[in-house]
């Protein structure tokens, strides 16, 4: 079947379902477009997202803050990358190198980002395709990108190797992190550099980007960045639910989940926001979410605010928003919100029925923080005027839900999970070619 065909019967399938449902407007059509992929670079980027050799310390891998056992994040509000142990809720503070504040924000879940829709990454969106640039890509570094890279997924992937809180490590305790608080991230002897000849001098990366490239030029970052983003897009690639088998007529749902539906698409006008396959309209909304932690701020700017997508355009009006989440598999991927400030998928669901109402009340227990207590971790929200700001910049209006409806609301969130993706279709592998501990 042609991609006109499948589109066109897609449509109808879609039509053909919504006037027995009580919904504003059509359900979204299983159209979404993925591109072919190379698996010998598949299976180079699974060993590569796996290896600690790619931190500072070797110590964390792309896996420790995006693992499958929790929803391909790390199942906390805000993570701990260089200076903790262990994964997940389980993860501690290294006594002898212990963090030196959390990670800022939540880390997001990994599934569809392979799909051509996704094309600005970040909960601030800092990074996107760009067409009138040289490199196709703006990137929060300032000035032009490098060349290489095949996708803004694959520029994303790669900047978490510059953050000393998350991969690159404390103050001059390697060579990376050294290049990194100088500033020198690109070119020669910087960190991207150092960590490329760290890569190739282990024989079978070598040999497998050898097997990879058409030419004789050396390995570049952009190389590693573009199999690791390839590896993501084969991997978690979740298109398979209850709800993508209901639009296609494969299937159908239970009936507490079409009933959820029905409300999602019509009373509690969820889909404002969360529209399209994957229910994320790729826009930005100040919706009142708590604040936690240290905040998205210079080192210098001790305050603990995150104005989310300002950061990136400067425009007032730009307050406090931030990019629209993707629902699939959402019922794996808690806590919630660019901070993670709710545990539970409930919990978060609510904020939604009143968001300033939710933000006033709003206490840090409903958040996961692992390790011990940073004075940041709620620090924020005991400052009336911050709160007071936060709430003045919501834009979504108070929705009255019966309890049944909130229920009947998660029954069709649990429909868009797809098993399969959740699990990962590779896996995680028991080994790696550095040698070093894989994150099981």
């Not at 072919?36 to 070797?58: A, C, E, H, K, T």
């Not at 509690?268 to 399209?276: I, N, R, V």
């Not at 001790?302 to 009006?317: A, E, F, K, L, S």
Request: hydrophobic letters at 40%.
């Amino acid at each position: 079947m042609s991609g006109l065909s499948r589109k066109i019967r897609n449509l109808m399938v879609a039509i053909c379902l919504v006037p027995s449902l009580a919904i504003a407007g059509p359900l979204p059509t299983p159209d979404a477009e993925f591109p072919d992929l190379d698996m010998r670079s598949v299976r180079l980027g699974q060993q590569l997202f796996y290896d600690p050799i790619l931190s500072g310390n070797r110590d964390v891998s792309c896996a420790t803050c995006h693992h499958p056992r929790f929803g391909t994040s790390d199942g906390v509000s805000l993570g701990i990358g260089d200076g903790g142990i262990g994964l997940g809720p389980d993860r501690r503070f290294d006594p002898d190198n212990p963090p030196e504040q959390r990670i800022p924000r939540n880390a997001p879940a990994l599934f569809n980002l392979g799909a051509t829709e996704f094309t600005r990454f970040f909960h601030d969106g800092r990074l996107e395709q760009d067409n009138t640039r040289p490199s196709g890509i703006r990137t929060p570094l300032g000035g032009e990108m490098e060349k290489g890279f095949k996708s803004a997924l694959a520029a994303q992937a790669m900047f978490p190797v510059l953050s000393g809180d998350e991969m690159a490590g404390h103050y001059s305790e390697s060579d990376v992190a050294q290049a990194v608080r100088q500033g020198f991230l690109t070119g020669e002897g910087g960190a991207w550099a150092i960590l490329t000849a760290r890569v190739t001098a282990i024989p079978d990366y070598g040999l497998a980007f050898e097997g990879l490239k058409s030419s004789s030029d050396p390995v570049v970052f952009a190389d590693i960045a573009n199999v690791i983003a390839d590896f993501i897009a084969f991997e978690w690639r979740a298109d398979q639910s209850l709800f993508d088998l209901y639009l296609r007529g494969e299937n159908t749902m239970p009936e507490q989940a079409i009933a959820g539906m029905e409300l999602f698409y019509g009373k509690a006008e969820c889909d404002t926001c969360h529209s399209g396959i994957f229910q994320t309209d790729q826009q930005y909304h100040a919706i009142a979410m708590p604040q936690i932690g240290p905040g998205k701020a210079a080192r210098f700017e001790r305050h603990n605010r995150d104005i989310g997508r300002m950061r990136v355009t400067g425009d007032p009006d730009d307050a406090y928003r931030f990019r629209t989440p993707s629902l699939r598999n959402v019922t794996e991927t808690a806590p919630y919100g660019h901070s993670g400030a709710y545990r539970s998928l409930e919990t978060v669901v609510r904020h939604h029925l009143d968001p300033v109402a939710a933000l006033k009340a709003y206490d840090v227990s409903q958040a996961i923080l692992p390790g011990q207590p940073f004075e940041t971790d709620d620090a924020l929200m005991t400052i009336p005027e911050e709160v007071a700001a936060i709430a003045d910049a919501n834009e979504l209006a108070p929705v009255m839900l019966s309890d049944q409806e909130v229920q009947d609301i998660l029954s069709f969130l649990a429909a868009l999970s797809d098993p399969v993706a959740v699990v990962g279709r590779l896996g995680v592998p028991v080994t790696v070619p550095s040698g070093l501990p894989v994150d099981q």
